[in-house]
């Protein structure tokens, strides 16, 4: 007899007084935090990853960085798409990189949701180095935008 209720064989989480929660699959504990924690034991993104070594939690970091930065430069790129292209080349091109942005951005929230403060800040980071060097003025050759230059090859992200 089946007794899992719908839930894939996990038992509802239980909340605990330090800030985590327990769910039971297939026999073992499993421990998710749900409050901001500072840490290098976390499981960012995948089950197991990093675990408890400090070199693989410092890769997860410079992994969060990274994707954070890539999305930035996504979606403030305007070199990708090459002047004259056909419309169904550029337009496919275009719905390409919003996939590989959306995804990123994604990966990214996702790692957040570990509720680790070193994921949360090297994702902030990325994106603020990116959004510097990629869609601030600072870099910018002319400081005024001519109505008829195109800003970058996506369309802003939108909440």
């Not at 929660?21 to 409050?35: E, F, L």
């Not at 070199?55 to 403030?76: K, P």
């Not at 109505?147 to 090859?153: A, I, L, R």
């Amino acid at each position: 007899m089946n007794h899992d209720h719908g839930m894939g064989g996990m038992a509802p989480a239980t909340q605990s007084t330090n800030g985590t929660a327990g769910m039971h699959h297939h026999g073992m504990m499993m421990m998710m935090h749900m409050t901001f924690f500072w840490g290098k034991n976390a499981e960012i993104l995948f089950p197991g990853w990093p675990g408890s070594s400090a070199w693989m939690y410092g890769l997860a970091l410079i992994l969060i960085f990274v994707l954070a930065f890539l999305v930035e430069w996504l979606s403030h790129s305007n070199h990708l798409i090459k002047r004259g292209s056909s419309n169904v080349s550029a337009g496919l091109l275009q719905t390409f990189l919003h996939a590989i942005r959306v995804a990123l951005a994604y990966l990214v929230m996702l790692a957040v949701m570990s509720f680790n403060v070193g994921v949360f800040l090297m994702a902030v980071a990325g994106h603020t180095l990116g959004f510097l060097l990629f869609g601030s003025r600072m870099f910018k050759k002319n400081t005024e935008v001519l109505s008829y230059e195109k800003t970058s090859d996506l369309p802003p992200m939108s909440c």
